[in-house]
C-alpha cells in the first residue's frame, strides 16, 4: 500500500533499499538528539538491524512506510515513518533526515499516516517525545520541534509523562504522551487540523493501492 500526498510518496521498504537507508539513518542518528524524534524507539540502528527491519514480516494494521519527496531529478528519501505497539497502545513513531528538517514534511507525513491509522479502524494513536533539560529543549522553555509538530498534527498533550529507553542517551528518561483520537467528534479536531496546515501549505494526502 502506498499513500501520496502532494509533496510526498510513502510506501514499504524494500531489501534494495538497504544501501540508501544505512545511509540515511546513519546520518540521522549522527545528528540525532533526545527530543529530535518522535516515538519509534526501535529505529534499526546498523547495517544488520536494517537488512532485518526490512525482511520482517509487518502487522497490516500497523503499517511502516518509508517517506520520500517527490522531484524532477528523482525521488529524495526523507525519513521513515509508522505505526506500532507501546504499553499495549497503538503509537505513531517518524524520524526525519537532517538536510529535511524544518520545511513541514514531518507534518505532512504525520497527517497522512493518521488518515491510514483512521482507515484501518483505529480509534487512537499516541506518540511521545522525550523531555529533555537544556537549550532549545523544553526545559529551557522553547518548544520542541516534536511538540510542535504533534500539536499541528491534531494531537493533544495527555499530561502524563511515562518513564522509557532513550538510544540517545543510553538510559530511560520521561517520555510526554500525546494522543489522537480518532473517532466521533475528535475526528473532526483532526480535520480542522488539517485544514489549518492546507492554509498554511501543508497538503493532505490520498491512499493508493
Not at 480535520?191 to 498554511?200: D, E, I
Request: glycine residues 12%; hydrophobic residues 40%; proline residues 6%.
Amino acid at each position: 500500500m502506498f499513500v501520496r500526498t502532494e509533496r510526498l510518496f510513502l510506501r514499504p521498504g524494500w531489501p534494495e533499499d538497504l544501501d540508501e537507508l544505512v545511509t540515511a539513518i546513519s546520518e540521522a542518528i549522527s545528528r540525532e538528539t533526545a527530543d529530535s524524534r518522535i516515538g519509534d524507539a526501535t529505529l534499526p540502528r546498523t547495517a544488520k538491524a536494517i537488512r532485518d527491519y526490512l525482511m520482517r514480516a509487518r502487522d497490516p494494521r500497523l503499517p511502516h512506510f518509508f517517506v520520500y519527496l517527490r522531484a524532477p531529478d528523482g525521488a529524495k528519501l526523507v525519513g521513515g515513518i509508522g505505526l506500532g505497539r507501546f504499553d499495549g497502545e497503538v503509537e505513531m513513531g517518524y524520524w526525519i533526515a537532517p538536510p529535511y528538517r524544518g520545511q513541514g514534511y514531518a507534518r505532512e507525513a504525520v497527517r497522512a499516516l493518521l488518515d491510514q491509522a483512521r482507515a484501518l479502524g483505529h480509534r487512537r494513536v499516541m506518540a511521545s517525545y522525550f523531555e529533555v533539560d537544556g537549550p532549545g529543549s523544553a526545559g529551557s522553555g522553547a518548544i520542541p520541534a516534536a511538540r510542535s509538530v504533534l500539536e499541528a498534527t491534531g494531537f493533544c498533550d495527555s499530561g502524563e509523562v511515562r518513564e522509557r529507553f532513550s538510544p540517545v542517551q543510553g538510559s530511560p528518561m520521561l517520555a510526554r504522551i500525546f494522543v489522537a483520537e480518532l473517532g466521533g467528534n475528535a475526528s473532526l479536531r483532526l480535520v480542522a487540523s488539517r485544514r489549518t496546515g492546507l492554509a498554511a501549505g501543508m497538503p493532505g494526502a490520498r491512499l493508493l493501492n
